[in-house]
């Protein structure tokens, strides 16, 4: 079974000004974080349909790969740990900052 190499990330970070502030991104090549995230949830879902029908192509004896299903769960199931820290980082940073005095 052959191993697909993992893509490079794309740079999400703005860049910095010579004035020390983050500049924007803006035009064709910038992405923002609600699409950063639009697509890593979408990435989370197709990890979890394809372990979904894996499950029900071998509970259904349509297949004999029982490794494949199995790694395609668990690849499932890191995903959705992963999302689920990143979410609890994310509310923890909240509370933090709406702790602070302004």
Known sequence: MPVAPIPPLPPTLPSLSAS????????????????VLAQALSGLNALQVGAD?????LAAGNSSDLASAVIAAEK?????QLAV???????SAYQQIMQMQV
């Open 53 to 57: 029908s894996a499950a029900g192509r």
């Open 85 to 91: 820290e990143v979410r609890n980082r994310a509310v």
């Open 20 to 35: 020390g502030g983050a500049t924007p991104s803006s035009g064709n090549g910038g992405t923002g974080f609600g699409q």
């Open 76 to 80: 499932a199931n890191l995903g959705l």
